[in-house]
């Protein structure tokens, strides 16, 4: 069973901020990310998504519809 769970690192140990479903003694493994590596992961993930719109926009050349037609009620 895996779980993701955010905690702080204060003196010398590792308290979660939410309840763990883990049975006493139950080894774990884990991979620790600061949240300000976190953010600047999801940062850089924006910008590479926004470069690529750039450079490979998507249109259809199609007929675009007016606002009237897209709200059409029947």
Not at 11 to 33: I, Y
Not at 55 to 70: A, K, N, V, Y
Request: net charge negative; proline share 3%; aromatic share 4%.
């Amino acid at each position: 069973m895996s779980q993701v769970t955010t905690a702080t690192f204060v003196d010398g140990v590792l308290k979660p901020e939410g309840e763990l479903t883990l049975a006493s003694g139950t080894k774990v493994r884990l991979m620790l990310e600061t949240w300000a590596d976190v953010r600047a992961q999801g940062q850089g993930a924006c910008t590479e998504l926004d470069r690529l719109c750039d450079e490979f926009p998507i249109d259809s050349h199609g007929r675009r519809l007016t606002r009237d037609q897209l709200h059409e009620r029947r």
